[in-house]
Nanobody, 119 residues
Framework: QVQLVESGGGLVQPGGSLRLSCAAS????????MAWYRQAPGKQRELVAF???????NYADSVKGRFTISRDNARNTVDLQMNILKPEDTAVYYC?????????????WGQGTQVTVSS
């Protein structure tokens, strides 16, 4: 069974920083694209950033220049460094990954971690 577990959320003041981490565990043969999504109250879940298995990255326009996604293939982890946080970044952040657990590739989600940006 494959699991994604996030950590690192919390309350931060505008202009501050947070680092989210996500670790994949279980019966993993390989991991493809890894990503972070977020969902604010009353809004649809949106893609924040993704990173390919070859470390190519892509960011939503709203976070470009402020957020950095990275991964450690040896540890099966993906991180999201968030700087210059704004109140509009407040949301539940979800880790997502395409994982081959030996019988084919499926998409997996973490349970979510709350990020609140407020003074």
């Amino acid at each position: 069974q494959v699991q994604l577990v996030e950590s690192g959320g919390g309350l931060v003041q505008p202009g501050g920083s947070l680092r989210l981490s996500c670790a994949a565990s279980g019966s993993i043969f390989s991991i493809g694209r890894m990503a972070w999504y977020r969902q604010a109250p009353g809004k649809q879940r949106e893609l924040v950033a993704f990173i390919s298995s070859g470390a190519s990255t892509n960011y939503a326009d709203s976070v470009k220049g402020r957020f950095t996604i990275s991964r450690d293939n040896a540890r099966n982890t993906v991180d999201l460094q968030m700087n210059i946080l704004k109140p509009e970044d407040t949301a539940v952040y979800y880790c997502n990954a395409f994982i081959n657990a030996g019988w084919g590739t499926s998409t997996y989600w973490g349970q979510g971690t709350q990020v609140t940006v407020s003074s």
